[in-house]
């Protein structure tokens, strides 16, 4: 009985350390997953960062006035006038937010009546489905 008892639990002890080990490896599995994810997003932020100083660069405007100068005759750049300039109320209204048109309007009534004609011709009875 004594030597029943000790396999049983040499065999649940040996169950148990493999679980434990399975576990352990998959934790470290994941936490390599976040390290690799942590440096591709620091990656990602340097670059960014890198971009924006890249950008401010590009874009100051005493290299923009040069490179006008340096360019105007072939662009043919003009200062853009005020009258040019428009602000948001001034633009047209959106497709969505204009009145229909009558052509919309008959072409719904259209399909209304359309609609009620398929109506109309369902409820024909035919004698030969119990409705």
């Known amino acids: 009985m ?39 997003i620091k990656l990602e932020e340097d670059t960014i960062d890198l971009l924006k100083a890249d950008w401010a660069l590009l874009t100051q405007p005493n290299r923009l006035e040069r490179l006008v100068t340096v360019f105007a005759a072939d662009l043919q750049l003009a200062p853009t006038p005020s009258t040019q300039l428009a602000r948001p109320e001034e633009l047209p209204m959106l497709r969505a937010d204009l009145p229909p048109s009558e052509e919309d309007k008959k072409a719904k009534d259209k399909a209304a009546d359309n609609i009620a004609a398929v109506i109309e011709a369902d409820n024909i009875a035919t004698g030969s489905v119990a409705r």
């Open 2 to 40: 004594l030597r029943t008892l000790d396999i049983v639990l040499i065999i649940i002890m040996t169950a148990a350390a493999t679980v434990t080990y399975t576990i352990k490896h998959k934790a470290e599995n994941k936490l390599e997953e976040v390290r690799r994810l942590d440096a591709a």
